[in-house]
């Protein structure tokens, strides 16, 4: 064949390389396929549901190098507009009602990102975790949240019309396939020269700058990208709940993102996905343990070890480990 | 009755004494903030959590010791300054050569450890502490009624306010500081200890918080979140003022109190939420904040 005549050593490595790449994702997704038989699907969806806020999280500061402490305003708006739609609009099918939160996401984080990419750093921290309080007392006094009550009884319909999502195994998949659309599209995103230039303004911005790049325009797009993805994940979060409360809109909620990509790995496309897996756990076995109470504390503890020795996370310490030893 | 745009005058002057209480705790705590971002570089997410435990030091202090309010004002700071310089010592110089956003993240997390801890023990409905006996009842001006322990808070803070200015401004110690904001290495240079200013620096800051805590603690119900929420308001005034200038923190503290206090007059629903309005009015027309520099 002619096509192997002309390949060179390096193709072939890289060729190597996609497949075992291929491979292992095919092998995860597979996983995915059959995890609600071995695992409670309902939480099963739950860590979804925060593995996809958690990436969209992670677009932000582990490629752009923006620490947003205010993504729960785009989690609980997500949440919010497909939660009233749903309850309002009985006609209406689960994927327009997702799909409507997510784009209330997206505008909402057209407009905060514009206001906090005028900042930098420390400063830009600041504003989005104030924002998002505004956008807390907000939704405490609109009228269509329920205040302190939040939203109960969202119906799951039916998927397109058809799919009744009532049982738990249907919904599970097709909560399944908007994750796997998600990380495909932040995988895409950050392998782009997009993601590259991201990259660049992350280490050194005047740098990029100085190349040309109008890097408050890239910031501003993987803003309303990580927006979009977060109102995405709180969307489908209330389908699969059937209920939008102020708990995601509150500063806790932005901390415990923050806590899930640090804890699983700042700029590695799997950490946010392992970390929120870890803390979902272990808020689901405190719950149930005499320590209860404590999950507070607990998170905040696990926060200082990780910002104290452990900065790479659970996934970059064990990239660092793979590199080497096998490299 | 004298009426301002349809306001009774007593009301109106009520609120705005006590939006100007609330600006002076806003100020207190903004210069704490921009104290320790000075040489420390790091926001310090602890500070309400440190404002809180100044509270919290004096109720249990007045319960369980028998201390006075007037001890507590000297000795709550005295303690929530100790725990910082440890935390300093302990936690923050470990990370003070990489990334601030990892102080900031550090900070998060002592916060929720402190916050935590407390609402399991004392839960979230908070407790009241009895305003002092001399500092009971009040004057009656001509157009209001003046509580003593309200009039009492406003100058305290005032009064430590510029004590603060002036220390940092106008001595040999706030010089170094200074110093020490611009260039920590060529300070060390010249023989100063600058590991031990920037643990007495975090000391203070905090001190400060403490102090508004104990101050606030008659006023509002003592409970664990209390420190949270008000500094997230807090963060949205340094954001306004920047960090830069030390009476820029104070009149834009105070400024916020006073709108903050306008509004609850005349649209109360968006009494929460004004300061975070100002914010985005702010970043539009003068991103780097009304005292700021560009960064």
């Not at chain 1, 993102?257 to 756990?281: D, H």
């Amino acid at each position: 064949m002619a096509t192997t005549q002309t390949m060179t050593p390096s193709m072939k490595r890289e060729r190597r390389a996609n497949l075992r790449r291929n491979a292992f994702y095919l092998a995860l997704i597979a996983i995915g396929l059959v995890a609600p038989f071995f695992a409670y699907p309902v939480f099963l969806m739950k860590v979804l549901c925060f593995a996809l806020f958690a990436c969209a999280f992670n677009l932000l500061l582990g490629y752009a190098g923006l620490l947003s402490f205010g993504h729960a305003a785009f989690l609980a708006t997500g949440g919010y507009v497909t939660g009233y739609l749903l309850a309002s609009y009985p006609a209406l099918t689960p994927e327009l009602g997702i799909l409507i939160g997510t784009a209330a996401a997206l505008v909402l984080g057209a407009a905060f990102g514009a206001l906090s990419i005028r900042r930098q750093g420390i400063y830009f921290a600041m504003v989005t975790l104030a924002l998002a309080q505004l956008m807390f007392f907000f939704y405490i006094q609109a009228p269509f949240t329920g205040g302190e009550d939040g939203l109960h009884g969202v119906p799951r319909g039916h998927l397109f019309g058809v799919i009744s999502l009532r049982s738990n195994l249907a919904m599970y998949y097709f909560v399944f396939a908007i994750f796997l659309f998600g990380f495909a599209l932040i995988q895409r995103a950050v392998h782009s020269p997009f993601g590259q230039v991201l990259k660049a303004i992350r280490e050194n911005e005047p740098r990029a700058v100085s190349l040309g790049y109008n890097t408050d325009a890239y910031k501003l797009v993987a803003f309303i990208l990580s927006a979009g993805l977060a109102g995405l994940a709180g969307s489908t979060k209330t389908v699969v709940f059937q209920l939008a409360s102020l708990t995601d809109a509150h500063w806790h909620m932005s901390g415990e993102v923050i806590l899930m990509t640090l804890l699983g790995g700042v700029g590695t496309l799997f950490g946010p996905v392992v970390g929120a897996g870890l803390v979902v756990s272990l808020q689901h076995m405190l719950a149930q343990s005499p320590l209860g109470n404590w999950v507070g504390p607990i998170l905040g503890v696990i926060f200082v070890v990780c910002v104290l020795s452990f900065r790479s996370g659970i996934v970059g310490e064990a990239m660092k480990m793979y590199r080497k030893n096998f490299k | 009755m004298t009426m301002i745009f349809g306001v009774p005058l007593a009301v109106f002057m009520g609120q705005l004494l006590l939006g100007l209480i609330n600006g002076a705790f806003y100020a207190l705590l903004s210069l704490g903030l921009a104290v320790i971002f000075g040489l420390l570089k790091i926001v310090n997410f602890a500070h309400g959590a440190m404002y809180m435990l100044g509270a919290f030091a004096t109720l249990l202090g007045m319960r369980y010791l028998g201390i006075n309010y007037w001890a507590a004002l000297l000795l709550a700071p005295l303690f929530v300054g100790l725990l910082g310089m440890l935390i300093e010592r302990v936690l923050l110089r470990r990370i003070g050569h990489l990334d601030h956003l990892y102080g900031l993240l550090l900070t998060f997390g002592l916060a929720l450890i402190f916050e935590g801890t407390l609402v399991n023990f004392f839960g979230v409905s908070g407790a009241r502490y009895p305003t002092p006996e001399a500092l009971q009842g009040g004057y009656q001006t001509g157009f209001m009624f003046l509580p003593k322990y309200r009039a009492w808070v406003l100058l305290a803070a005032l009064v430590v306010c510029f004590a603060t200015w002036y220390i940092i401004e106008r001595t040999r110690l706030g010089a170094y500081l200074r110093a020490g904001t611009e260039n920590p290495a060529l300070m060390q240079a010249f023989g100063v200890n600058v590991p031990l200013l920037v643990t007495l620096t975090y000391g203070f800051g905090v001190a400060l918080a403490a102090f508004a805590g104990v101050l606030a603690a008659p006023l509002y119900p003592v409970s664990p979140t209390m420190g949270s929420n008000l500094l997230i308001v807090v963060f949205a005034v340094v954001v306004i003022g920047g960090m830069g200038s030390i009476l820029g923190a104070i009149v834009t503290g105070l400024a916020m109190g006073l709108i903050e206090g306008l509004t609850k007059v005349y649209y109360p629903e968006a009494a929460n939420t004004v300061i975070f309005l100002v914010m985005i009015l702010v970043l539009l027309l003068r991103p780097a904040g009304l005292f700021g520099k560009e960064a």
